[in-house]
Nanobody, 125 residues
Framework: HVQLVESGGGSVQIGGSLRLSCAVS????????MGWFRQSPGKEREGVAG???????RYRDSVKGRFTISRSDNWENLYLQMNDLKPEDTAMYYC???????????????????WGQGTQVTVSS
């Protein structure tokens, strides 16, 4: 099993910043396909930022230049620095990882991903 615990969410005004953290423990996970997803009411869960094995990092177009994904050297911690936040960024943010032994096409696929409980990010004026 893989344990993922997100933290760092909160309420922030437009243009503000937040830094999300994810603690990874339990079963070994693939380095590629680790990343962040988000889901807002009425919408499907979507990839936000992730590590892609063959192309480095991957970002959703709407967050490029504003969000930055990073990690600890041992891959036990994953981070998402979010700057210049917009109301459209309001969502539940989930840390995601794929256990070793399971396939993963790219960082934004959801098959075989394990999720944490999520941390809420709310952006308002």
């Amino acid at each position: 099993h893989v344990q993922l615990v997100e933290s760092g969410g909160g309420s922030v005004q437009i243009g503000g910043s937040l830094r999300l953290s994810c603690a990874v423990s339990g079963s070994a996970v693939r380095s590629n396909c680790m990343g962040w997803f988000r889901q807002s009411p009425g919408k499907e869960r979507e990839g936000v930022a992730g590590f892609d094995g063959d192309r480095g990092t991957r970002y959703r177009d709407s967050v490029k230049g504003r969000f930055t994904i990073s990690r600890s050297d041992n891959w036990e911690n994953l981070y998402l620095q979010m700057n210049d936040l917009k109301p459209e960024d309001t969502a539940m943010y989930y840390c995601a990882a794929v256990p070793v032994g399971n396939s993963c096409s790219n960082a934004f696929t959801t098959d075989n991903h394990f999720w944490g409980q999520g941390t809420q990010v709310t952006v308002s004026s």
